[in-house]
Structures are given as C-alpha cells and as structure tokens.
C-alpha cells in the first residue's frame, strides 16, 4: 500500500490522543514477493534483446520499456548472504550494459546504498535509508498503511528545493494522536531537507534530520539522504532520470 511521503518528524500535540494499544506496529517481515525478488536478483542476467536492455525479475513492479520481467527458477534453500552477494553482481552487471550517456539511480533497500551512474561510470555511492516494513493500523477505522519501499522502475518526475510535507493521517496515528481538521496543522517545512527529488504515487528521495538512523531500515517509505549525498543528486539526477529499486 503506497503511504509516502516519509518523515519521522516531532507530531505537534494537537488534538485528542488515540489508544496506544489500538496502534498495531508489526517489526519488519519480508514479504514472500519481495523474498522472490531478492532470489531473482541473486541469480538474474542482465540480458540484451532486440537492443533493449532487460534485467530479469520476479516479483515486485516493473516497467517493460526498457526492463522486461520473466520468471526465474529460484533455490529456496539459497542462503541470504549469497543471494545478497549475487544481488550486487547483478547490478553491476546492469550498471556495465546500462546506456552510457545515460544518468540513472540505482537503489539497493538491503545494504540501503543509493548508487548514482554517469556516462556509465559510478559517481556516487551513498548511504541512504530506506522503508522499514513496519505495519500500522488505524484504530478508528481499521485501517492499514505498509511502510515498504516500491521495487521496480519509477523515474524522476520532478525536483524541488526546500520541499514542504503536508502530513497525513498515519503520521499522527503512529504518534498516538488525532489527525488535525486544520490543513495548517499539517504542514512540516524541515523534514524533508533541502532538497526532494519525487516520483511517482509521492515516493521521494529526501534529506533527513535523523543523520544517525542513515543505513537502516526506517523511513515510510522515501528514500533518505545525507545533505552532502542529497545536494549531489539534486544537482547531478535529472527530471526524467530512471530510479531501479530492489
């Protein structure tokens, strides 16, 4: 379920406080489409076909122009270290046969690295942070929000500096609090850092002001940056510039 944009933000204590018990949060568990993906990460060859370039998957989203996905036979007893391993030669392979002139990202949620190709050659590797999996459930109404990170393909649609977050519902909620009626009681202008590069469904890539929590699994999703990293691929990533997520 889409539920970005990301922040972890002080929640203004505004409004009525909800039960805590009724606020199910369920630690990380890797779904068994993801876990798929993972193993077809692992053992995928970056192959050419017809002059497009596909890297094969399983599961998780994908754009067919220029990727296209087909089904892998996968070992379920191969080790995760191994897969993670193969995972990384994977990309590299894609990094190798990607367009040259070609700026792209390539963002790896288990070893949380975001990875930024120029004319074919590597010119960032930065620490980033990425979704937690955490569950969350609204005990008004039931509802539930997925903090995952997308896997796949989305581009660049846009760039903005100094970008302002309306929070949502579920940004309270994981608080304890009632979401505010008031729009103005939404609004954080310095969550998200200086810079936002979004994408589709409002995923982005953010600055943070939780620097120590870098490379873990933490966000609702975004991806986040240090301000170095983030002022980099502001400047360097532009808008219509592919993201590739596993």
Excluded at 62 to 75: L, N
Excluded at 81 to 89: F, S, Y
Aim: aromatic share 10%.
């Amino acid at each position: 379920m889409i539920v970005p944009p990301d922040s972890q933000a002080v929640v203004p204590r505004a409004g009525p406080s909800l039960p805590f018990e009724g606020v199910a949060m369920a630690p990380r568990r890797l779904p068994a489409a993801l876990r798929a993906l993972l193993f077809a990460l692992a053992g995928a060859a970056v192959v050419s076909v017809a002059g497009a370039i596909g890297l094969a998957t399983f599961g998780g989203s994908y754009e067919r122009d220029p990727f296209a996905a087909r089904a892998i036979a996968v070992d379920p007893e191969l080790e995760a270290e191994e897969a993670l391993r193969r995972a990384e030669r994977a990309e590299q392979r894609l990094a190798a046969q990607a367009p040259g002139r070609e700026v792209y990202v390539v963002v790896d949620s288990y070893a949380n690295r975001l990875r930024i190709f120029k004319n074919g050659e590597l010119v960032r590797d930065a620490l980033c942070s990425t979704g937690s999996g955490v569950r969350l459930r609204d005990p008004r109404n039931g509802k539930e929000w997925v903090f995952d990170t997308p896997q796949g393909e989305l581009k660049i649609l846009r760039k903005v500096k100094d970008p302002v977050w309306v929070k949502p519902d579920w940004a309270f909620i994981e608080e304890g609090y009632e979401p505010p009626r008031s729009m103005r009681d939404r609004v954080d202008d310095f969550s998200l850092g200086d810079y936002g590069l979004y994408m589709r469904d409002g995923y982005i890539i953010h600055g943070t002001i939780f620097k120590t929590l870098l490379g873990k699994r933490v966000t609702h999703g975004c991806i986040r940056l240090g301000d170095e990293d983030l002022e980099f691929a502001y400047k360097t990533v532009p808008a219509g510039a592919r993201v590739f997520l596993f």
